[in-house]
């Protein structure tokens, strides 16, 4: 069983359309995040959840809306999507004590 | 705030050979420090991490890391790299131990390792 799950792998979509990106984790653990990796390989955090609480929010358009309805999904969905959003999403999770961060195997979207 | 530099972008080490990785961390206290491996259309790999105590942890696929709090360095190290190592790296830090496993990473910028025959 994957530990972190992410639907789509991959994500081709144009400019001003809405997409979301699913995310699942059967690890039982409590926090799950959005990172988001440029195509210079540079990973930042987007969004941290905790229970299903937004625990972490880095500075990041509003058109980008995480949605947690349980602790073990969290989804992404971005708005009139833009060419600079092209880039690879990873959803991880963690555990407080655990062993750092599970990562999935990443969404890569492509906005034309 | 925190940051991690990995200075090298691109390594490339022939098979057989020894390497290192380096990376140094910006922060007041002692930051949890970690190592990941991406693959080719991966995800992120842990490799081994620091908390405290022995300061050279050891990690899976043979690597190894050193935590040097003179130097704010905890680099990479594997004896001799196989193909299957050609990857790339990232360093990454974590901070508040009160909050472990609940708080933000900071990585690197990453290191692309090239393994020739």
């Known amino acids: 069983d994957t530990a972190v799950s992410q639907t789509p792998k991959y994500l081709v979509t144009q400019m001003g359309n809405d997409k979301s990106i699913k995310c699942e984790q059967n690890?039982?653990?409590?926090?799950m995040y959005w990172y988001k990796q440029d195509s210079k390989k540079f990973l930042k955090i987007m969004f941290s959840?905790?229970?299903?609480?937004?625990?972490i929010n880095e500075t990041v358009p509003n058109r980008f809306s995480p949605k947690s309805p349980d602790k073990a999904h969290l989804n992404l969905h971005i708005n009139s999507l833009e060419l600079g959003d092209s880039a690879v999403y990873f959803c991880?999770?963690?555990?407080?004590?655990?062993?750092?961060?599970?990562f999935g195997s990443g969404t890569r979207l492509t906005v034309v | 705030a925190q940051s991690v530099t990995q200075p090298d972008i691109h390594i490339t080490v022939s098979e057989g050979a020894s390497l290192e990785l380096r990376c140094n961390y910006s922060?007041?206290?002692?930051?949890?420090l970690f190592w990941y491996v991406q693959s080719p259309g991966q995800g992120l790999q842990l490799l081994l991490k620091?908390?405290?105590?022995?300061?050279l942890v050891q990690g899976i696929k043979g690597f190894e890391a050193e935590f040097k709090r003179s130097q704010s360095s905890f680099n990479l190290r594997k004896p001799s790299v196989h193909w299957s190592d050609a990857a790339e790296y990232f360093c990454?830090?974590?901070?508040?131990?009160?909050?472990?496993?609940?708080?933000?990473?900071?990585f690197g910028t990453g290191t692309r390792l090239t393994i020739i025959p």
């Open positions: 690890l039982g653990h409590d926090t």
């Open positions: 620091y908390f405290s105590g022995d300061t």
């Open positions: 922060y007041g206290a002692t930051p949890y």
């Open positions: 990454a830090v974590g901070l508040d131990i009160s909050n472990f496993g609940n708080e933000k990473l900071t």
């Open positions: 959840y905790n229970n299903k609480e937004l625990i």
């Open positions: 991880a999770s963690s555990q407080e004590g655990s062993d750092g961060y599970t």
